[in-house]
């Protein structure tokens, strides 16, 4: 009778997760998107201030990094 007990608990248990996984992935899309916006609108403001010579630096520094980052994790560092 434990068993039953306890395997009852776990399925209604998952059964409820499942049931509120729908709001909750409505919830983290919303604030997602809303993210988004926040952060296509401060790269518009940083491309609009800084000079061209640097974005073409960052730029290669950041090839460089996607190139070598799976033989150099720290490669990576660059994004910190």
Not at 1 to 17: A, C, G, I, P, T
Not at 48 to 66: D, F, G, H, N, S
Request: proline fraction near 2%; charged fraction near 25%; charge should be negative.
């Amino acid at each position: 009778h434990h068993k039953e007990v306890l395997d009852y608990q776990m399925n209604d248990s998952n059964f409820m997760k499942m049931i509120r996984i729908t709001k909750f992935l409505c919830r983290k899309f919303k604030e997602a998107v809303q993210g988004a916006a926040e952060s296509t609108l401060s790269f518009q403001n940083l491309n609009k201030t800084v000079q061209p010579a640097m974005v073409i630096l960052w730029e290669a520094e950041e090839a460089l990094a996607q190139a070598n980052r799976l033989e150099d994790p720290t490669a990576m560092d660059i994004y910190e």
